[in-house]
Nanobody, 116 residues
Framework: QVQLVESGGGLVQPGGSLRLSCAAS????????MCWYRQPPGKERELVAIISRTGGSTNYADSVKGRFTISRDNAKNTVYLQMNSLKPDDTAVYYC?????????WGQGTQVTVSS
């Protein structure tokens, strides 16, 4: 059974940091590019960051460049999103997404709220 389980969300003050984790199981993690998406309240889901299968290549949305870092540990079947200098506009449900050649999978999401 395929599972992507996000954790690490919560309430943080502006300027603070959070580290999201996404633990994968039920598929060959190292064969999938991994992404973080987010969906702010009342808005559409948007791509935040993507990391290649080996971790050698990453890309970010302009809105998070220089503040967020995506990484992965293929030995632990886990992808991470380090979020620094958080802003209220970063408030959203954050989703982990596994992008394969023939199939893909979504996690259930974790809430991140940036507020004073």
């Amino acid at each position: 059974q395929v599972q992507l389980v996000e954790s690490g969300g919560g309430l943080v003050q502006p300027g603070g940091s959070l580290r999201l984790s996404c633990a994968a199981s039920g598929f060959t993690f190292s064969r999938y590019a991994m992404c973080w998406y987010r969906q702010p309240p009342g808005k559409e889901r948007e791509l935040v960051a993507i990391i290649s299968r080996t971790g050698g290549s990453t890309n970010y949305a302009d809105s998070v460049k220089g503040r967020f870092t995506i990484s992965r540990d293929n030995a632990k079947n886990t992808v991470y999103l380090q979020m620094n200098s958080l802003k209220p506009d970063d408030t959203a449900v954050y989703y982990c997404y596994a992008n394969g050649v023939v199939d893909d999978y979504w996690g259930q999401g974790t809430q991140v709220t940036v507020s004073s």
